[in-house]
């Protein structure tokens, strides 16, 4: 079935580059996301790929995605106190569209 | 970008009583929303699809005569927790797709849920 994994804690210093990984199983999925909740709030997305990409960066988001491995990194530059939060991977299922999230990586950044 | 939005943001009731939680598109007609539910430091776990002017669809383990869900017109959905206990306190997201078919999601802002 679909599965999407990631690691539950990261913690960074203020200024290095974070990095958040995430494994999926469906090799079919077209659209792989980054999302990101801050304490008591909904989901915000970061950003997406397309699965016949292999990277894609926006401002201080990198996005690289092995297809073959079934592997999906977000890499934040300059990680900032403000990116403290919970980042979510997911991929758009095969099945009505409903997108399949990972457990979400707790980025904790200190001063 | 589009916007959703949910009713109330948290809400504190008593063990039996029945809570109504809405969630609204702002500027764009959803004929599919999704309701999710999240537990302490867990990941979002999608409780069932809101079809609008149809029966919702529920995920497998979801009691149906628990979580009443009605999506009477293209921009409301509402989820009534029915009889609530205790257990039932989590967090509750709705959220919309977007209409192009890239499988953006639009998330609500959540609602919390506390039952005494």
């Known amino acids: 079935g679909e599965d999407v994994e990631q690691s539950l804690f990261l913690s960074v210093r203020e200024g290095d580059s974070s990095v958040i990984n995430c494994t999926y199983t469906d090799s079919s999925s077209t659209y792989l996301y980054w999302y990101k909740q801050e304490p008591g709030a909904g989901l915000q997305l970061l950003t997406y790929i397309f699965s016949n990409m292999d990277m894609k960066q926006d401002q201080r988001l990198t996005v690289l995605l092995n297809k073959k491995d079934k592997h999906l990194s977000l890499r934040i530059a300059d990680t900032q106190t403000g990116d403290s939060a919970i980042y979510f991977c997911a991929e758009k299922g095969n099945q009505g569209g409903k997108l399949i999230f990972g457990q979400g990586t707790e980025l904790s950044v200190k001063p | 970008g589009a916007v959703v939005s949910q009713h109330p943001s948290r809400v504190i009731c008593k063990s039996g009583t029945s809570v109504k939680i809405e969630c609204r598109s702002l500027d764009f007609q959803a004929t599919t929303m999704f309701w999710y539910r999240q537990f302490p430091k867990k990941s979002l776990m999608l409780m069932a699809t809101s079809n609008e002017g149809s029966k919702a669809t529920y995920e497998q383990g979801v009691e149906k005569d628990k979580f009443l869900i009605n999506h009477a017109s293209l921009t409301l959905s509402t989820l009534t927790v029915t009889s609530a206990h205790p257990e039932d306190s989590s967090f509750y997201i709705c959220?919309?797709?977007?209409?192009?078919?890239?499988?953006?999601?639009?998330f609500g802002e959540g609602s919390r849920l506390t039952v005494l």
């Open positions: 959220s919309a797709p977007d209409r192009k078919n890239t499988g953006e999601l639009f």
